[in-house]
């Protein structure tokens, strides 16, 4: 009888240096961005952020996007609460939101680095389609939220900032890590607050139709039935969810999306305030001045000057 011959023992799957790969992320995003401020990537929707000191809290409006940094540490404030968000931790935005961000750590030797994503809500919706829906309990959740950053998604985003420096092998390559960075988010630990973004009967996908009515028509007195009507919901229950995810009412959001367009017209088009408050929907400059000083902390010319004087802070 002949012995069975035993096959070699597999060897063991070798887990990634988490260290070696944020210290090489970390190096190649300060090559990437040797300036502060913001910088737009060749990959489109990618945006590397620098800031070399800690940062005022800066009233900003935070666009469906992954935040992942890369060195140091920053907090985002809706509301009365408070997000942190690090090497460690990156923040998932599901939904346009008014906030105020302020970077906590950052020097000269080690600056504060970002790398924002878009969310590509088209993607989601195909990754879907793919992965299925889990059966998770209706969300009234904010639409901003942070999560533990895994090592599978590290690594995703290690390479695709590789690729910025590979830029023949991107255009190819750069979609499918893409795609693998929004199917690593799905599938992580708040992955389901984000997967009802896309689903067409969820309470935040109903908000998000709100919201994508606000952006449109903020110059304009909307009434509250307008956008229940957009949101197919009810007056009470679309005022009730739509503060549980912004934590404000459609009112004070469309406040928000008028005060931040007046700033940026001011900042880069050079508008006049009163020009700006009118452009944006404001019948009195007074009421708009106090407003401004009221998210902003100084009067707008007061303050505009002030940014131009120091730079833009990122956000």
Do not use: W
């Given at each position: 009888?002949?012995?069975?011959?035993?096959?070699?023992?597999?060897?063991?799957?070798?887990?990634?240096?988490?260290?070696?790969?944020?210290?090489?992320?970390?190096?190649?995003?300060?090559?990437?961005?040797?300036?502060?401020?913001?910088?737009?990537?060749?990959?489109?929707?990618?945006?590397?952020?620098?800031?070399?000191?800690?940062?005022?809290?800066?009233?900003?409006?935070?666009?469906?996007?992954?935040?992942?940094?890369?060195?140091?540490?920053?907090?985002?404030?809706?509301?009365?609460?408070?997000?942190?968000?690090?090497?460690?931790?990156?923040?998932?935005?599901?939904?346009?939101?008014?906030?105020?961000?302020?970077?906590?750590?950052?020097?000269?030797?080690?600056?504060?680095?970002?790398?924002?994503?878009?969310?590509?809500?088209?993607?989601?919706?195909?990754?879907?389609?793919?992965?299925?829906?889990?059966?998770?309990?209706?969300?009234?959740?904010?639409?901003?939220?942070?999560?533990?950053?895994?090592?599978?998604?590290?690594?995703?985003?290690?390479?695709?900032?590789?690729?910025?420096?590979?830029?023949?092998?991107?255009?190819?390559?750069?979609?499918?890590?893409?795609?693998?960075?929004?199917?690593?988010?799905?599938?992580?630990?708040?992955?389901h607050r984000l997967r009802e973004l896309c689903v067409v009967d969820s309470q935040v996908?109903?908000?998000?139709?709100?919201?994508?009515?606000?952006?449109?028509?903020?110059?304009?007195?909307?009434?509250?039935?307008?956008?229940?009507?957009?949101?197919?919901?009810?007056?009470?229950?679309?005022?009730?969810?739509?503060?549980?995810?912004?934590?404000?009412?459609?009112?004070?959001?469309?406040?928000?999306?008028?005060?931040?367009?007046?700033?940026?017209?001011?900042?880069?088009?050079?508008?006049?305030?009163?020009?700006?408050?009118?452009?944006?929907?404001?019948?009195?400059?007074?009421?708009?001045?106090?407003?401004?000083?009221?998210?902003?902390?100084?009067?707008?010319?007061?303050?505009?000057?002030?940014?131009?004087g120091g730079g833009l802070q990122p956000a």
């Open positions: 009888m002949s012995a069975v011959e035993s096959s070699p023992e597999s060897p063991p799957v070798e887990l990634p240096n988490l260290d070696q790969q944020q210290a090489e992320l970390a190096a190649l995003v300060t090559r990437l961005a040797p300036g502060e401020g913001m910088h737009p990537s060749a990959i489109p929707g990618l945006t590397i952020m620098r800031a070399n000191s800690p940062s005022t809290p800066t009233p900003s409006l935070y666009e469906p996007s992954l935040c992942i940094v890369v060195q140091g540490r920053k907090r985002a404030m809706v509301g009365d609460e408070v997000y942190y968000y690090d090497a460690l931790n990156y923040l998932t935005v599901s939904v346009t939101l008014p906030a105020i961000g302020h970077v906590l750590e950052a020097t000269a030797d080690k600056p504060y680095l970002c790398l924002r994503l878009e969310l590509d809500a088209r993607m989601i919706g195909e990754l879907l389609l793919q992965v299925g829906r889990s059966a998770v309990p209706p969300s009234t959740d904010r639409g901003l939220y942070v999560a533990r950053t895994s090592p599978p998604l590290l690594d995703a985003v290690l390479r695709l900032t590789r690729l910025l420096e590979q830029p023949r092998d991107a255009a190819i390559l750069a979609p499918l890590v893409l795609r693998e960075i929004h199917y690593r988010v799905l599938t992580g630990e708040l992955g996908n109903r908000v998000a139709r709100a919201i994508e009515l606000l952006r449109k028509r903020f110059t304009e007195s909307l009434r509250i039935e307008d956008l229940a009507a957009a949101a197919h919901m009810s007056e009470s229950s679309l005022h009730h969810r739509f503060k549980a995810v912004t934590a404000m009412s459609p009112m004070q959001f469309q406040k928000q999306l008028r005060l931040h367009e007046a700033r940026r017209l001011m900042l880069m088009e050079g508008l006049e305030a009163a020009a700006a408050a009118h452009r944006v929907g404001y019948e009195s400059p007074s009421q708009f001045s106090r407003e401004y000083r009221r998210l902003f902390g100084a009067p707008p010319r007061r303050e505009i000057q002030t940014v131009r």
